[in-house]
């Protein structure tokens, strides 16, 4: 396979590895935007990222697929799955819950392969719409999303250092999809 790495769909088993992509991914993002790694990455916030991603990967409604690159080493993740916000048709919206991708694996394509992925899938789920919520400090998540046709659509909610997570919403329709 020439694009160096592949996708494929998680299992209960991969709690450990999600959880420590997640935490990884997680701290850069945060650690760009100026909250210090110590706030989030002790080994309690791992233990209970674990225990979440338990959850999730045996909740039936989320997707989640890994980013491996050929040698079996998770570079990404995405979880999408029914919306969770209370003003949305989740027969109209599909949500990103997260993309995920390891600092080293940047530019090679995993990130747009992992959107792609969350485009068919919510185009299976007969959605016409795409939500996600992302930290407006995140810079670098909000230029990906804008260069692929997501827009705030209003709604924030209070996060971190006084930055907001912004919703942001893909018609889904209007890119061919």
């Not at 990455?41 to 690159?69: I, K, M, N, Y």
């Not at 969350?118 to 930290?135: D, I, K, N, P, T």
């Amino acid at each position: 396979m020439d694009q160096g790495f592949r996708l494929r769909e998680a299992t209960t088993e991969d709690a450990d590895v999600i959880a420590d992509v997640h935490t990884r991914t997680r701290t850069a993002y945060y650690t760009a935007g100026g909250m210090p790694e110590e706030e989030f990455a002790g080994p309690s916030a791992w233990g209970e990222r674990r225990d979440a991603w338990a959850r999730v990967l045996g909740a039936p409604a989320r997707v989640t697929v890994v980013a491996e690159d050929l040698d079996g080493t998770a570079v990404g993740l995405l979880t999408a799955g029914p919306p969770h916000y209370e003003d949305l048709d989740a027969s109209t919206y599909y949500e990103l819950y997260q993309i995920g991708v390891l600092a080293h694996a940047w530019g090679g394509g995993v990130g747009g392969a992992l959107y792609r992925e969350f485009v068919a899938l919510a185009s299976a789920a007969g959605c016409a719409e795409g939500v996600l919520e992302c930290w407006a400090s995140n810079t670098r998540a909000q230029r990906f999303y804008a260069r692929n046709g997501w827009r705030p659509d209003g709604a924030r909610r209070p996060g971190p250092l006084d930055h907001d997570y912004v919703r942001l919403r893909l018609k889904l329709v209007s890119h061919g999809f």
